[in-house]
Structure formats: C-alpha cells, structure tokens
C-alpha cells in the first residue's frame, strides 16, 4: 500500500523556517518525481515544486522561488520541503504528492505562519 | 503559465442527476489533464490523469474527454458520495496549474 506521511509542519513567526518531511513506502521512491501541494484555508490547491527522480531537476512556482527548496533522499525514502522567510499567506496545508499528476497524496501537514 | 478556467465553480445538482464539470486551459496541453475530487475535511484523491484514463478503483460513472484546451468531467449518474468539490490540473508543463474548483452540492 502506497503511503506518504507528512511531518514538520507547525506555527512559525513571519520570516521564520520550517522543514517539511514526507516519508514514503509501498513503491519504488527513487523512481518517481516527486512534488509538494498547498491549499490555504477554505482556498483551492496549488502546485508549489517537483523535482526528478535523481534530485536534478526542481521546478517551482514563482510565489515560493527563492525561498522553499524540495529536496529529496533516495536511500531514506525520503521528500523534503525547506521553507525560509515564510509569510502570513503561507498558511496552509501542505501536501507531499507522487508522479508528476500528482498520483498519491498524504495526509497534509499544517504550517500557520503567525 | 498556463491557465485553467473550470466552470461552474459551483453547482446544486440531485441524486441521479448527470453532471458536467469543464475546464479549459490558456493554451493547448494535448491530454495532460488530471481530475481531483476533494470531499470536506479530506485529501484530495486523483480520479483520472491524462484526460480520460480513470484510477484503479474508481466508479466506472465518473468519465473524461477533451484534448488542447478542452476537457470535460462527467458523472453519468451522481451518487451520494460525489458531493464533493473536484479540480483539474495540467501536467503539461511547469508550473503546473488547477482550475480553481467546482463544488458539488446537494440539491
């Protein structure tokens, strides 16, 4: 069974940090872009950053270019999301998502920034 | 970027009734289009991706057409289940982008 769990999410002042985690199992990790969604409270989804299956290719929205990174650790099976100088408007739950149609959703982490 | 318009962005519909949800895109994305439904409280849950191709487990009632600039969600008949509000997105190229969603609710 595919899973992705989520973690780090929590309430950081404006300007702060965080660190985002999705731990993935039941697939082949390494073979699959990976990607991060967000959805603002009482707002529609939206795509923030993929990257390749080898880390060597990322692409991002332009909201977040700059200051959020993904990253990922194949051998940890592991997706990360790195988010400096976070804004009141980055409060939302974020999602870790599989394949570039985004196949696979976790169960979200919520980051309040405030 | 690409942009995707969905309409309605709301709509009452009844049990039984067939429902059509469409979205159309700035520019041409061939068949790179996914559909997401998203009931209250929940994660959303990809129904089918590149227009038309439905994910393992889901209704045979839910369908997708379209290709360039036009794509259409259709429930042949809507279940109780299916009120929810569904989004599109394509994966043609970066950034990705959805449609800004269509509730479904019961009329």
């Known amino acids: 069974e595919v899973q992705l769990v989520e973690s780090g999410g929590g309430l950081v002042q404006p300007g702060g940090s965080l660190r985002l985690s999705c731990a993935a199992s039941g697939f082949t990790f390494s073979s699959l872009w990976m990607s991060w969604v967000r959805q603002a409270p009482g707002r529609g989804l939206e795509w923030l950053a993929t990257?390749?299956?080898?880390?060597?290719?990322?692409h991002y929205v332009d909201s977040v270019k700059g200051r959020f990174t993904i990253s990922r650790d194949n051998a940890k099976n592991s997706l990360y999301l790195q988010m400096n100088s976070l804004r009141a408007e980055d409060t939302a739950v974020y999602y870790c998502n599989s394949g570039r149609s985004l196949g696979y959703w976790g169960q979200g982490t919520l980051v309040t920034v405030s | 970027d690409i942009q995707m318009t969905q309409s309605p962005s709301a709509m009452s519909a009844s049990v039984g009734d067939r429902v059509t949800i469409t979205c159309r895109a700035s520019q041409g994305i061939s068949n790179y289009l996914a559909w997401f439904q998203q009931k209250p409280g929940k994660v959303p849950k990809r129904l089918m991706s590149?227009?038309?191709i439905l994910d393992g487990g889901v209704p045979s009632r839910f369908s997708g057409s379209g290709s360039g600039t036009e794509f259409t969600l259709t429930i042949s008949s809507l279940q109780p289940e299916d009120f929810a509000t569904y989004y599109c997105?394509?994966?043609?190229?970066?950034?990705?982008?959805f449609g800004g969603g269509t509730k479904v609710e019961i009329k």
């Open positions: 997105l394509q994966h043609s190229s970066y950034p990705l982008t």
């Open positions: 590149v227009s038309s």
């Open positions: 990257i390749r299956q080898d880390g060597g290719e990322t």
